[in-house]
């Protein structure tokens, strides 16, 4: 209780709306130590108020000073719109010397017939006993790690996985916008029509984000990108104009 706390997705719905109970995916999340845990449950409530999922939460209290594992199972809530949705909760918390009795434990909760995803809060070689064990259940691992001490092993462990495909970093995602905002900026130094090219896709993505999200300044790291891949447009653009 002391790692968890409470979890809530969102607010239990208002009396005379009607609730449905559905899920798109199984979500099994590992998290180590209560700020880590506390980090993947906002993960948690993002992905489910929009993507419907039954979430298996696995919490590992690396302070542990006694052997345990406790499982518990509630439902929530999801979505702000006229007809929430619930769906399972389980969480699961132990010590680190019960990590080899948790897929006795999460197996029979995946949904059958439908994608299972694994959300780890820590590097893959911190949770290596779990993974190991879970990997061969989930279609994709999303790992968010808080730091990264040493690139050069943390390389060397993702290449040694035999499905490494499967593996997906957030904290490279989350540099999507700079890294095809740098791109632009390259194509943009080749030549004049590079630069006319880049501002057709700059252009293509602005009518776009504003179509799907009606606003621009909604991502800040996106805007950013946009307003630099402008200016360094603009810089070119001058430099290249005869004089």
Request: hydrophobic share 50%.
């Amino acid at each position: 209780d002391e790692l968890f706390g409470t979890m809530t997705l969102s607010p239990p719905a208002p009396e005379g709306r009607n609730t449905l109970r559905a899920s798109l995916f199984t979500l099994i999340v590992v998290a180590k130590d209560t700020e880590r845990v506390r980090h993947c449950q906002r993960l948690v409530n993002l992905i489910a108020n929009k993507f419907p999922c039954k979430v298996v939460f696995i919490g590992i209290d690396s302070g542990a000073k006694e052997t345990f594992l406790q499982q518990r199972y509630t439902t929530k809530v999801t979505g702000n719109g006229p007809n929430p949705v619930s769906c399972d909760l389980v969480t699961v918390t132990t010590s680190p010397d019960q990590l080899l009795r948790i897929p006795f434990l999460v197996v029979p909760e995946i949904i059958a017939d439908l994608p299972a995803f694994l959300l780890s809060g820590d590097l893959p070689s911190e949770i290596s006993p779990v993974l190991d064990l879970l990997e061969r259940y989930v279609s994709r691992v999303v790992f968010d790690a808080p730091r990264l001490s040493n690139i050069g092993l943390f390389a060397d462990h993702v290449l040694s996985l035999p499905n490494r495909a499967k593996y997906v970093d957030l904290n490279w995602a989350r540099t999507k916008p700079w890294r095809e905002a740098l791109s632009m900026m390259l194509l943009c130094l080749t030549s004049s029509y590079g630069l006319v090219i880049a501002g057709m896709f700059a252009a293509n993505w602005v009518v776009r984000f504003v179509w799907q999200e009606h606003s621009l300044i909604r991502n800040r790291r996106r805007f950013i990108a946009l307003l630099a891949l402008l200016a360094a447009a603009m810089a070119i653009l001058i430099d290249v104009m005869p004089a």
